[in-house]
């Protein structure tokens, strides 16, 4: 369990075979509803392949319990040893192979964190190459609700040009960290002073924050080009 509601698991593809991917894609589950109706959820991906070494066999994702939801029953039922069926990978919430920005901005709230997780590889190698800067910016409740955090934390150690601040809504910790924040994501952009034509930001998770993050990008003055988002809707 990565928080009181979000459960963290790993998959192996059947045949052995690696799922090669684009870091930003996800995956949809097929299963049945009780009454044997077909139904799929999307979940992206947060597997962590280097790909100058090659895609691994790992195919992790993070799921939210909804309360009465048919995911949620399907998954909080499954034991080691299980199977599901999926498709994919599918989406383009991927970084551009020719983007010229000078610094990524990636927001996210609950399991919209996911998707930044996978990229870390890949935001190594352009803070390496392209001299980029880049800032995660995520927000949840309270210190119970940090998705991934020791994986960002670390992160940042190892990369000067990487930020990693949480925005907490409901409940600080008891010993907050310097980039810790009380508030909502959208309450601290202005501190990071968005610019038009150095920053690419992406937006994922509640649609409600994306939104709110998308108006004020524009404010700033950010192309909608320059701004990508993926909407994580809860279904029952």
Known sequence: MLAPSVRHLVFARDDGQ??????????QVHFQYPDGTPTKRSYS????????LGPGEAVEIAVS???????????????????I??????????????????RYLL??????????????????????TRDIEVVVLFGCRSPAEQLYAGDFLA????HPGFRYITCFSREMPAAPRPDDRSGHVQDVLPELAPDPDGDIAYLCGNPNMVDAVFEALKAAGLAVPRIRREKYVSGK
Not at 93 to 99: E, I, R, T, V
Not at 155 to 158: G, N, T, Y
């Open 18 to 27: 690696p799922l090669d991917f684009i870091p930003g894609q996800f995956i």
């Open 45 to 52: 991906l947060a597997t962590i392949h280097d790909h100058a």
């Open 65 to 83: 319990y909804v309360p009465g939801g048919a995911a949620t029953a399907l998954f909080q039922a499954m034991d080691e040893g299980q199977q």
């Open 85 to 102: 069926m999926a498709s994919g990978p599918y989406g383009r919430f991927c970084l551009m192979p020719n983007d010229a920005n000078r």
């Open 107 to 128: 927001v996210a709230t609950g399991t919209g964190v996911t998707p930044y997780r996978s990229m870390l590889p890949k935001l190594a190698e352009l803070m390496r």
């Open 155 to 158: 992160f940042a150690e190892s």
